[in-house]
């Protein structure tokens, strides 16, 4: 029987650009931390919009905050400030604990803050009066957007490949490795040498994989040696994601107690609570003052409606303790989550978990395991992500109860069953 949902996935297929595939479901609403498809389906989510929607879905203060912005003033150019735009900088540098003299470029979304890294990186190099300071050292695995530059950063060769040739001087050498680091941060055979070291504080394409500990700090250490910037994508793991406000000041992905703070920093998902929105952070006076004016621009950056949602969610988890509820229901989620014999491994950071599925009993599924499970997941009223064949990736709302996350434990077992065998995990 044709459904409302049916009607409206066969118009999007004969209207929209194919590079999402088809969309798993049509939604129409969202309260908290669930989602109603067209159908009038409920489903728990714990993907946040790939850790965009960090209040939940529409959360009083950023419908507020929205409806009063757009009520007075929406877009005005850069040609024009507001003050909702001034406010969220000076809050991010605050939370940032940012020296003086840094600065907040604003763009649309995270591919865009971190192409704007990217010129940053380029802009650095060009002040070397050697003309060698070209090379741009990112990671193995790391994801950093689908546009040019920021694909250039970007590992994965099947986003890569339909595109090239992409911009050069990019190399990626395998992340967590510090010989490996420093070899390349070392002239090349005709005396190049490296503008930039970019790189993710976790990696949440590859799984919620972060990195031994200290090499944050080493990172920190062999960049300032040789004279490249820190650049930290911090798309995902930034605005509270980890249970502090940024990756870089976090002991659990650091493995110190003591921030490790780069010389700049990208932002986005999070930040502007569903809203789009992106950033750049630009460390101190001396990398705040590499772009300079007409040197790049935006014509919704930073626009009066998305700085006052990210007001919002900023002022939001201040006043509602979420860092530290993140924290405490992170690590509780992990614990549970680890003692199931259907998991191999769990990392977490936060509400930020990757979760390794055991090898099934039964057969594995085309596509592998947990996609299936994502498939089973959803029949069951529960929206999950699989970064591959055998990893589940949970970056639920920050509001989540902890309740929710224990339910969504204690059905895992019956989801790999689903996946497994067919059978209905409700």
Known sequence: MSTTQDALLTR????????????????????????????????TDLLAGIAVNSLGHAHPAVVRAVREQIAGLGHVS????????????????????????????FANSGTEANEAAFKLARRHGGQDPSGSRTRVIALERAFHGRTMGALALTHKKA?????????????????????????????????????AVVLEPVQGEAGVHGWPVGYLAQVRALTREAGALMILDEVQSGMG???TWFGFQNPSVTGSDDPVLPDAFTLAKGLGGGVPIGALVCVGPEVSGLL??????????GNPLATAAGLAVLETIRSEGLLEHVRAAGERAAKLLADLPEVAAVRAHGLWIG??????????????????????????????NATG???????????I???DLERFVELLPALVAAATTEGDPS
Not at 18 to 28: C, D, E, K, S, Y
Not at 292 to 301: L, M, P, V
Not at 389 to 399: E, H, K, M, N
Request: aromatic letters at 6%; zero cysteines.
């Open 355 to 384: 979760v390794d599925l055991a090898a099934p009993r039964g057969p594995v599924p085309d596509g592998g395991l947990a996609p299936a499970v994502v498939a089973a997941g959803l029949e069951a009223g529960w929206i999950l």
């Open 159 to 195: 986003y890569r490949a339909p595109f090239e040739p992409l911009p050069g001087g990019v190399e990626h050498v395998p992340g967590g490795d510090v010989d490996a680091l420093r070899a390349a941060l070392a002239p090349d055979a005709s005396g190049a040498t490296v503008a």
């Open 241 to 243: 994601r980890t249970g």
């Open 401 to 403: 109860a902890a309740e």
């Open 12 to 43: 999007y297929a004969d209207s929209l650009t194919g590079v999402f595939g088809r969309p798993a479901r049509v939604l129409v609403r969202g309260e908290g931390v669930h989602v109603w498809d067209a159908d009038g389906r409920r489903y």
């Open 389 to 399: 064949p055998d990893t589940l990736r949970l970056a639920p709302p920050l509001i």
């Open 292 to 301: 300079s004016a007409g040197q790049h621009g935006t014509t919704f950056g």
């Open 78 to 105: 850069n040609l024009f400030t507001s003050e909702p735009q001034i406010r969220l900088a000076e809050e991010l540098l605050a939370v940032a604990d940012a020296p003086a003299g840094s600065t907040v470029f």
